[in-house]
């Protein structure tokens, strides 16, 4: 079975600074693995998708993340934050043999003081 | 292309009351899936349908029923609802080709409360 774990529910950093969200999964085969961003009373918007091409993958708005087998994660990270960035982020990971549902981790708060 | 729709966007139940919340998708997807959001567990699938014709449970199914109308819409139905079933529902779609690395697209979410 898989499952994903998202270290902090909530993140604070200042304007400006480095972001980084962390998120680890189980899974028994690889994974696709994808980033999901939630602003307020909205619905869930995909920022970036890894599907076993390369490690290191780019998502819109200026966010990234690397996907290491080694530690089974796939970490997102944004050089400088802007207050437009405060939302909730979610992991996600896919299995092609698990019927292709998205398990959730549980979500980060990202706030970002002035 | 309006994408995924949801409609109420809204609803207060009383208990033992039920609804249906109705999905609407306009991008020709094969697969669509129901959610529910609680505060600090992501999203927790209900139920999903990966094609026409065809309807499976998902991790959270009690107290649910869903009908796949058409290719179009996937609509979940409380039949007597609960307290414990406050929550925001989210529908969403994906293409439904076999790779898992397809997306899911997802739609405004529906805040029920359940008092």
């Known amino acids: 079975a898989q499952s994903v774990t998202q270290l902090g529910s909530h993140v604070s950093v200042s304007e400006g600074a480095l972001v980084l969200l962390r998120c680890n999964y189980s899974?028994?085969?690889?994974?696709?693995l994808f980033w999901y961003v939630q602003y307020p009373n909205q619905g869930l918007q995909l920022l970036l998708k890894?599907?076993?091409?390369?490690?290191l993958v780019k998502g819109i708005n200026g966010f990234e993340a690397e996907f290491k087998k080694s530690e089974t994660s796939f970490h997102l990270t944004k050089p400088s934050a802007h207050m437009s960035d405060a939302a909730e982020y979610f992991c996600a990971v896919s299995e092609a043999n698990a019927g292709n549902m998205l398990t959730f981790g549980g979500g980060t708060r990202l706030m970002v003081k002035p | 292309n309006a994408g995924v729709t949801q409609t109420p966007k809204f609803q207060v139940l009383k208990t033992g009351q039920s609804m249906t919340l109705q999905c609407a998708q306009d991008m020709n997807h094969n697969s669509m899936y129901w959610y529910r959001q609680d505060p600090g567990m992501g999203l927790r699938l209900i139920y999903y349908s990966a094609s026409e014709g065809t309807t499976d449970k998902g991790e959270v199914p009690n107290g649910y029923n869903v009908s796949r109308l058409n290719k179009r819409e996937f609509s979940l139905r409380l039949e007597s609802a609960a307290p414990s079933q406050t929550s925001v529902y989210f529908c969403?779609?994906?293409?439904?080709?076999?790779?898992?690395?397809?997306?899911?697209?997802f739609g405004p979410g529906t805040r029920l409360t359940v008092t």
């Open positions: 899974s028994s085969v690889p994974p696709y």
């Open positions: 969403a779609s994906r293409s439904g080709r076999a790779l898992g690395s397809y997306e899911q697209y």
């Open positions: 890894y599907t076993s091409a390369a490690t």
